[in-house]
């Protein structure tokens, strides 16, 4: 979809809050924080351009989907975001939208767990759908006619069938980041799986008063706590692969890792009203601190891969989540309204001014620490600029409903039906293999064997070589027969050739969609072991190791030798929250910050090519 170029300036001249230059090329937003006016206003115009990359409401599009190279996920957290919007700006102009969103996906057993998303579908997926639909019953969003799921009822679903896969066979519990056994990403616990989960049960305890769900997320804390993904710091770290039982522990912080757990202690906090809850809320928030950097140190960031130009298209979204949750926090935990509110009015005037972007110039950027337009456009920029302005106005807005205190909507806390405890899909691709199937699984096994070693050629190819891919194809004899088997045990070479190459250029915007590159290939995180295990330092980017020729998955286009995607010297230790004292155990770095190649790339479903 083109959008038509229009200049912003008309209808917000009427409004005195907004700044309107004399050249609409360098009109920007100018939000006033306190003034709910300027808010709703800014953020009706970013909801307007998250949804210019929306069809689900289009003819021909599917409802609750966004367009590759997005992630199934990202609808669900976008859906969520929408639900906001409405809450805070009571324009209910896309609720129709999100109805028919959050139902479309729900699935056969209404859980979300729809059968066009098996070959993809995490945890922390479903999580996100699950954490969107619980939102719809906590602000009264209108309920689903009657013979249709409920939003409560839906949240029960994913809570439902996520307990059932809680896993005590490996690193003594907690949720697998992938739901279905051969999923590239099954051998890794991660922080958002769990976090999602922990939210989700706290805040089911909440609008219940049912103590089971409470048990489920102080089970889920005393895990994270166990394994050391949330550390003596208050760090919360991106997780760990079941085979050294979780000892592995990928370092780096993402804001919505910290962001979810956030949000579920804030719950624990209210439904508990337990000191012990304030606490680990309030040293949580305190570590939040890390995501804020600027001249002020007060301008949210996600330090791990932004300041180093590496922020992959998942990534781009996830400042939306903290924002979310650092506003909600403020109604289930009020003393902590005075302790965020000031970074999040600073991060949302900083977000809003380099939204100058894309042919309409108010396209936002990922960057809210420059000041300028970063060329960086997407439906997570979008999200997350609009969150973090929509959470300046939290004060304004009434508390989330309960089943006691205002709640309608419907719950079934039996449901999830035949997905309770699946691990194996369901659908017309999934059947279980008969005699009569057997011809066609040689077929099949021939297509996808050739397949992989074609994905192995194109994924040895180093992109910034000088050589031709014939003469690097010949080079690859240098390869170790392990070094091949390793990646195609693993899978990547199969993941390879669904791979996604270089930087993406915006059809709509104009603008080159930086960092999304071959978000497919497990294959950095996984069969790399040997590059990954080095430490990493904060300002540092990995690269290979003389031992392995090939690019790292994500490395932006031209790495390492186009010195302007070198890691950006803004970005010093000295905005990262100090440690006292040095790790002992020596399994991590000091820092705790950095880029992102170890962690596992999700599978990728199908060839879609824009
Ligand atoms: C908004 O209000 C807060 C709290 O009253 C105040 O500290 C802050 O300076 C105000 N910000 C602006 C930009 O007016
Ligand atoms: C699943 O995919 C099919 C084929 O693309 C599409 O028609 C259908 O609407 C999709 N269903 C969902 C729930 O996305
Ligand atoms: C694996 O990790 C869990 C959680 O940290 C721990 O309780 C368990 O003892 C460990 N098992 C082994 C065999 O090391
Ligand atoms: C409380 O939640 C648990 C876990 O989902 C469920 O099994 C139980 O039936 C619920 N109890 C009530 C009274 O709803
Ligand atoms: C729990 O949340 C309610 C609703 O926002 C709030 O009024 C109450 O003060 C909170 N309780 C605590 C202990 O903070
Ligand atoms: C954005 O792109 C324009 C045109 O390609 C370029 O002139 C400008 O320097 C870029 N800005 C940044 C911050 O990269």
Request: proline content about 6%.
């Amino acid at each position: 979809m083109v959008r038509v170029p229009r200049w912003p300036g008309w209808r917000q001249a009427a409004t005195a809050s907004l700044l309107v230059t004399a050249s609409p090329l360098v009109a920007a937003y100018n939000l006033d924080p306190n003034s709910t006016e300027s808010v709703t206003t800014i953020a009706k115009q970013m909801a307007e351009d998250m949804l210019s990359w929306y069809n689900g409401d289009k003819p021909g599009g599917t409802p609750g989907l966004l367009p590759d190279p997005y992630y199934w996920w990202e609808a669900g957290a976008m859906m969520g975001a929408l639900i906001d919007y409405w809450y805070y700006t009571k324009d209910d102009s896309y609720n129709n939208l999100i109805t028919k969103g959050l139902l479309f996906q729900v699935g056969d057993t209404n859980d979300y767990m729809p059968r066009n998303q098996t070959l993809t579908e995490g945890n922390d997926d479903q999580g996100f759908w699950g954490l969107s639909v619980m939102s719809a019953a906590e602000y009264n969003f209108p309920n689903p006619p009657a013979d249709k799921p409920q939003w409560l009822g839906l949240a029960q679903a994913v809570f439902n069938t996520q307990a059932a896969r809680w896993d005590t066979k490996h690193c003594n519990g907690g949720l697998r980041w992938q739901i279905f056994s051969w999923n590239n990403g099954y051998d890794y616990k991660n922080s958002i799986s769990q976090a999602c989960f922990f939210a989700l049960g706290a805040r089911l305890a909440l609008y219940t008063g049912n103590q089971s769900y409470a048990d489920w997320a102080v089970k889920t804390w005393d895990w994270m706590v166990g394994v050391d993904f949330i550390d003596k710091y208050w760090r919360v770290l991106d997780g760990a692969h079941t085979g050294p039982n979780c000892t592995d522990i990928t370092p780096y912080q993402f804001t919505y890792n910290a962001g979810g757990f956030i949000l579920g202690a804030a719950a624990m906090y209210n439904y508990t009203e337990d000191p012990v809850w304030k606490d680990r809320l309030d040293n949580l928030v305190e570590g939040t601190k890390v995501f804020f950097t600027g001249p002020n140190n007060d301008i949210m960031t996600e330090v791990a891969c932004e300041p180093v130009d590496r922020c992959n298209l998942d990534q781009q979204s996830f400042k939306a989540y903290l924002s979310r949750w650092l506003a909600a926090i403020t109604k289930w935990a009020p003393h902590t309204y005075e302790v965020v509110m000031p970074y999040l009015r600073a991060s949302a005037v900083a977000a809003a001014k380099q939204c100058t972007g894309g042919k309409n110039g108010r396209l936002c950027g990922l960057k809210w620490t420059t000041d300028e337009f970063d060329n960086n456009t997407g439906v997570g920029q979008q999200m997350a600029a609009m969150e973090v302005t929509l959470s300046c106005i939290i004060k304004d807005r009434g508390p989330p409903v309960t089943n006691d205190k205002g709640g309608t909507s419907k719950g079934n806390p039996g449901s999830g039906g035949s997905d309770v405890g699946r691990n194996n899909p369901k659908g017309p691709s999934f059947k279980a293999i008969t005699a009569g199937d057997t011809a066609g699984a040689a077929i099949l096994t021939v297509v996808v064997l050739l397949g992989m070693m074609a994905g192995m050629v194109w994924i040895f190819l180093d992109e910034t070589s000088d050589k031709t891919p014939m003469q690097q194809v010949r080079s690859f004899h240098n390869l170790t027969a392990a070094q091949i088997a390793a990646v195609a045990a693993g899978g990547g070479g199969a993941a390879a050739f669904w791979k996604r190459r270089g930087e993406d250029y915006d059809e709509k915007t104009g603008a080159t969609v930086g960092s999304i590159s071959e978000r497919s290939s497990r294959s950095s995180a996984e069969n790399n072991m040997m590059i990954e295990t080095a430490p990493v330092r904060i300002g540092e980017v990995r690269n290979q190791g003389a031992s392995n020729p090939r690019r790292l998955s994500n490395m932006p286009l031209g790495w390492p030798r186009n010195p302007s995607v070198r890691a950006s010297s803004t970005f010093e230790s000295g905005h990262v929250r100090p440690i006292s004292g040095t790790d002992l155990d020596g399994t991590r770095p000091s820092s705790g910050t950095g880029s992102s190649d170890l962690i596992p790339k999700r599978p990728r479903a199908t060839v879609r090519r824009r």
